[in-house]
């Protein structure tokens, strides 16, 4: 039931920043659009949210479109570490986890 | 100091046993979650509970039943297993259950193998 659309995998280098996109066109006015992550085997990370601003935090930064259809969330430095699924999510008030993006960082 | 925490980390059982897992959060949110991933990777919310109370239940076999004993645990305890139900539970805890402050802080994961 994910009302997100995210590509399946991207690769990265080390050091470069990661671009990763997610479509949402139906968003509704109240849906805040909420970033985790999956690194293997352990639980989901929060990265980063938001309403209509642009949100940066230690982790991320969060670019959303002027008409919130679409939304990009940013590793400015990306690390080997930073190899997880990516799942982009609106949330009023549960999550709907998708099958996310799976971004390898290489070296 | 561990914020969110499940027991145990790994289950192993026959069809047809009974039982539970353990979830405790130290963070003073209001709001828990227990969720499902298969073994396709996806994640499924199954139920949340704020202040002890249940307010989502989604479609999930009338076998497994959460407790919240107190705002700060959430226990899912599972009837009758069935190999189906061998799968990774995650649970999770949020400051409230909606709106601006509901990011989710999930524990390790228990993974229950069903024989």
């Known amino acids: 039931d994910a009302k997100t659309t995210q590509p399946p995998s991207m690769d990265c280098a080390e050091g470069r920043a990661a671009n990763l996109p997610c479509n949402h066109s139906?968003?509704?006015?109240?849906?805040?659009v909420y970033w985790y992550r999956q690194i293997h085997s352990q639980g989901p990370q929060y990265i980063i949210h938001?309403?209509?601003n642009n949100e940066t935090n230690e982790m991320a930064s969060l670019i959303i479109t002027e008409d919130r259809k679409s939304s990009t969330l940013i590793l400015p430095h990306a690390t080997l570490r930073d190899t997880a699924v990516y799942y982009c999510?609106?949330?009023?008030?549960?999550?709907?986890f998708g099958a996310g993006t799976t971004v390898t960082v290489r070296a | 100091d561990t914020a969110v925490s499940q027991t145990p980390k790994y289950l192993v059982t026959q069809m047809g046993n009974d039982k539970s897992i353990k979830c405790e959060q130290n963070?003073?949110?209001?709001?828990m979650y227990w969720y499902k991933q298969d073994s396709k990777k996806f994640l499924k919310i199954m139920f949340s509970y704020n202040n002890k109370e249940l307010i989502i239940n989604e479609t999930v076999p009338n076998r497994f039943s959460p407790k919240s004993p107190d705002k700060a645990h959430l226990n899912l305890h599972i009837n009758s297993l069935e190999l189906g139900d061998s799968a990774v539970y995650f649970c999770a805890s949020s400051l409230r259950s909606g709106g601006a402050r509901n990011e989710q802080f999930f524990g390790p994961g228990t993974r229950l193998t069903v024989l």
């Open positions: 139906t968003i509704s006015g109240n849906e805040y």
């Open positions: 963070l003073g949110h209001d709001t």
């Open positions: 938001g309403l209509k």
């Open positions: 999510i609106l949330n009023d008030y549960k999550l709907s």
